[in-house]
């Protein structure tokens, strides 16, 4: 068994690389080839979370292990079997596949869903996981602007000045929403607001839109309103099965009617081409990515392969 402990999955892997394990490992889930559960939580009554999340893909099979105390204190295990033997392969301590993997999907569902002209960005949030959708945004898109906006000017303005220096686009802090999204034809919402960071209202036409938060029934989040979801032409989510057991903002709105499930597709059927994603420029289109497991096994899987026969990882 390997072990790897506070070494980010990037300097395993390439943005790219994990782009495309995602890709596949999501076409394995829609052809019966790959299997998951929906996330599961424990919430301590001190609030520190216990998360959950199975999956199984290519001969190996295991979980990501979340412990959280309101992102104060946050730690991450990635740990694959294999489904041969049942026998531990290797154990990630705290290498960030859990951004990676979500910048990844986020950036996958751009690629099919957004304009083929779009490079114009709205970021909504200033942490970690906006930094890993703009850069793997960038990995398949040709962006030419981008504009940051989080409630925190010292937190906008250095995220802004990082993602600057490193992709050599034009990225401006902006303070509110509007400034943000007059320029954007696509917007990546990556908060953990519990209430909406825009006025869907003022979304231009033909926008694709990434929104990442996921909270379940005892930890709501809520980043995109009503009028977001009404105007949306195509809705796609990463499991139908983990937006009904998390009762998510997309199963409240069917649950209030204000759409149907017919008008949301998991987005493992847009790969396979069994379901129509944008069909014309006009049309907004929404990604609603919730981290499934599989996806920290896709990733761990290839980490895996490169490392087994290299001296990076402790074998134990």
Same mark, same amino acid.
């Given at each position: 068994?390997?072990?790897?402990?506070?070494?980010?999955?990037?300097?395993?892997?390439?943005?790219?690389?994990?782009?495309?394990?995602?890709?596949?490992?999501l076409?394995?889930?829609?052809?019966?080839?790959?299997?998951?559960?929906?996330?599961?939580?424990?919430?301590h009554?001190n609030?520190?979370?216990?998360?959950?999340?199975?999956?199984?893909?290519?001969?190996?099979?295991?979980?990501?292990?979340?412990? !959280?105390?309101? #992102?104060?204190i946050?730690?991450?295990? &990635?740990?694959?079997? +294999?489904?041969d033997?049942? *026998?531990p392969? =290797?154990?990630?301590?705290?290498?960030?596949?859990?951004?990676?993997?979500?910048g990844a999907?986020?950036?996958?569902?751009?690629k099919?869903?957004?304009?083929?002209?779009?490079?114009?960005?709205?970021?909504?949030?200033?942490?970690?996981?906006?930094?890993?959708?703009?850069?793997?945004?960038?990995?398949v898109?040709?962006?030419?602007?981008?504009?940051?906006?989080?409630?925190?000017?010292?937190?906008?303005?250095?995220?802004? !000045?990082?993602? #600057?220096?490193?992709?050599?686009?034009? &990225?401006?802090a902006? +303070?509110?929403?509007?400034? *943000?999204?007059? =320029?954007?034809?696509?917007?990546?919402?990556?908060t953990?607001?519990?209430?909406p960071?825009?006025?869907g209202?003022?979304?231009?036409?033909?926008?694709?839109?990434?929104?990442?938060?996921?909270?379940?029934?005892?930890?709501m989040?809520?980043?995109i309103?009503?009028?977001?979801?009404?105007?949306?032409?195509?809705i796609?989510?990463?499991?139908?099965?983990?937006v009904?057991?998390?009762?998510?903002?997309?199963f409240?709105?069917v649950?209030? #009617?204000?759409?149907?499930?017919?008008g &949301?597709?998991?987005? +493992?059927?847009?790969?396979?081409?069994s379901?129509a994603?944008?069909?014309?420029?006009?049309q907004?289109?929404?990604f609603?990515?919730?981290g499934?497991?599989?996806m920290?096994?896709?990733i761990?899987?290839?980490a895996?392969?490169k490392?087994?026969d290299?001296?990076?990882?402790?074998?134990?």
């Amino acid at each position: 068994m390997l072990f790897l402990k506070n070494t980010p999955i990037s300097q395993i892997l390439s943005i790219n690389e994990m782009i495309d394990a995602i890709e596949d490992t999501l076409k394995e889930i829609a052809l019966g080839h790959g299997f998951e559960l929906p996330r599961r939580r424990i919430h301590h009554p001190n609030r520190m979370i216990f998360g959950l999340l199975p999956g199984s893909v290519h001969g190996a099979m295991g979980a990501y292990l979340q412990t !959280d105390l309101d #992102r104060r204190i946050h730690h991450e295990t &990635v740990i694959l079997y +294999s489904v041969d033997t049942g *026998a531990p392969l =290797i154990f990630f301590q705290d290498c960030a596949i859990n951004e990676h993997r979500t910048g990844a999907a986020g950036a996958l569902g751009a690629k099919y869903l957004a304009r083929a002209d779009a490079s114009c960005v709205a970021l909504f949030g200033s942490a970690i996981h906006a930094e890993s959708q703009l850069k793997a945004l960038a990995a398949v898109r040709d962006l030419t602007q981008v504009r940051v906006c989080s409630p925190t000017p010292e937190h906008r303005n250095a995220l802004a !000045d990082k993602l #600057r220096s490193e992709l050599k686009i034009p &990225v401006q802090a902006v +303070s509110n929403a509007e400034e *943000a999204l007059e =320029i954007a034809d696509i917007v990546i919402t990556a908060t953990d607001s519990r209430t909406p960071v825009f006025d869907g209202n003022q979304l231009r036409t033909g926008t694709h839109i990434t929104s990442i938060a996921n909270g379940d029934k005892t930890r709501m989040r809520q980043e995109i309103d009503e009028a977001t979801i009404r105007r949306t032409d195509a809705i796609f989510v990463t499991s139908k099965e983990t937006v009904c057991i998390n009762e998510s903002d997309i199963f409240r709105a069917v649950r209030d #009617r204000t759409i149907t499930w017919e008008g &949301v597709h998991e987005i +493992s059927s847009l790969l396979l081409g069994s379901v129509a994603g944008r069909t014309h420029d006009r049309q907004i289109t929404l990604f609603k990515l919730q981290g499934t497991g599989i996806m920290d096994v896709a990733i761990g899987l290839c980490a895996y392969e490169k490392l087994k026969d290299s001296h990076l990882a402790q074998r134990l």
